[in-house]
């Protein structure tokens, strides 16, 4: 495990051994956007097709690293962008690379498979922006 942060929520998730307890402690992880930032955010080439709820990401490339924002209809998804966000900003491109799907098996294992899968999806698209520079925002 390459990241500090995702290190702590992989212990704190341990002490959920219930799926509904872990599912209610992701809903509070939400982090709603403003209606004014959602709905710039909200655009075709931010939209990430394949998962089971509407996502979408951005990515800017600011000289500490890297800045992603998500924005999505359910406050599960927002859960899943928070931990995405608090693992993945501020990191270089070459960090964000080492920092796989793998790594947050110990967290997806509370997810139902679809969850997962959106997981894994989301974590792809946060590889290809930093790997290809997109500045969407």
């Known amino acids: 495990m390459l990241d500090s942060k995702l290190h702590e929520y992989t212990e704190l998730v341990k ?3 219930k799926p509904d307890q ?3 402690w992701l809903t509070r992880q939400a982090e709603p956007l403003s ?3 959602s709905q ?3 655009t075709r080439e931010n939209y990430l097709a394949g998962c089971q709820n509407s996502v979408w990401i951005s990515g800017t490339e600011l000289e500490g690293g890297w800045h992603f924002v ?3 209809d ?3 998804t927002l859960g899943i962008g928070k931990i995405l966000k608090d693992v993945y900003n501020g990191k270089s491109a070459e960090q964000i690379a080492q920092i796989t799907y793998h790594d947050f098996k110990p967290i997806a294992q509370g ?3 679809v969850k997962q899968r959106g997981l894994q999806i989301m974590i792809n698209r946060i590889h290809q922006i930093a790997a290809h520079k997109e500045h969407t925002q």
């Open 40 to 42: 710039q955010l909200r």
């Open 111 to 113: 997810m139902t498979i």
């Open 74 to 76: 359910s406050r599960i």
């Open 35 to 37: 209606a004014a930032d």
């Open 15 to 17: 002490i959920y051994r």
């Open 70 to 72: 998500f924005d999505s």
């Open 22 to 24: 872990f599912t209610l």
